[in-house]
């Protein structure tokens, strides 16, 4: 147990539904990342949200929206997804990266998502 | 900009054998590097961090050390044990940016 927890666990949707991700983390960060983990790629950053402001948006497509309400909780908002976004999608936690300096992360256990 | 690369990408052991997983980067002004494992289909649980300044850290059968200047870090397994099996990746962090993943290295340890 890490700290940082991730609901649901799986999700299959179809291509036209909207969905959301949660993530939670009980460590006293401030910055929280989502990362994708597709089958046999390396694992990529998809955002960064450091005291509740996004800091970094690495070119990901708008159909994924991510919400962070306070320095504790992260959504990602999914809706009308690719069967190619079918994924693991991380969610991470760490003290926050100031001036440049990165810290430990922590990671929750995932949502297996499949898209139909 | 910043390649992580982990050399083997599968290794297959008897247990209690020693054995070194790799991890080279190619810019080496990294503020640190992090090991993680990871079981499948699971989240990443973080084994060592080390900071650049440092050249190793050390926890339980686990030491990882760092090489800046030539890009490298190694990830040193005593006495390996099944449950070690999983795969393990390496994240390095340039300065003033996030962590760059590696591709892992997938470890099976032998009964």
């Known amino acids: 147990e890490t700290g940082v927890t991730q609901t649901p666990r799986h999700l299959v949707m179809g291509m036209t539904n909207k969905k959301s991700l949660k993530c939670e983390q009980h460590?006293?960060?401030?910055?929280m990342y989502w990362y994708k983990q597709s089958a046999k790629k390396p694992l990529e950053l998809m955002f960064v949200?450091?005291?509740?402001?996004?800091?970094e948006n690495n070119s990901v497509p708008s159909r994924f929206s991510p919400e962070c309400p306070n320095s504790s909780h992260l959504f990602l908002h999914l809706h009308t997804l690719q069967p190619e976004d079918s994924a693991l999608y991380l969610c991470?936690?760490?003290?926050?990266?100031?001036?440049?300096?990165?810290?430990?992360?922590?990671f929750g256990p995932g949502t297996r998502l499949t898209v139909t | 900009k910043q390649e992580v690369t982990q050399i083997p990408a599968a290794l297959s052991v008897p247990e209690g054998e020693n054995l070194v997983l790799n991890c080279s980067f190619t810019?080496?002004?990294?503020?640190?590097l992090q090991w993680f494992r990871q079981d499948p289909g699971k989240g990443l649980t973080s084994l060592l961090l080390?900071?650049?300044?440092?050249r190793e850290q050390t926890s339980g059968r686990l030491n990882a050390s760092l090489d800046k200047s030539s890009g490298r870090s190694t990830l040193y397994i005593a006495a390996s044990q099944p449950g070690d099996s999983a795969t393990y990746l390496c994240?390095?962090?340039?300065?003033?940016?996030?962590?760059?993943f590696g591709p892992g290295t997938r470890l099976s340890v032998l009964p």
């Open positions: 460590l006293g960060h401030n910055a």
């Open positions: 949200y450091n005291f509740k402001e996004q800091t």
């Open positions: 080390i900071q650049s300044s440092q």
């Open positions: 991470a936690s760490s003290q926050d990266p100031n001036g440049g300096l990165t810290y430990e992360q922590y």
């Open positions: 810019d080496s002004a990294i503020y640190n």
């Open positions: 994240a390095v962090s340039p300065y003033g940016q996030n962590f760059v």
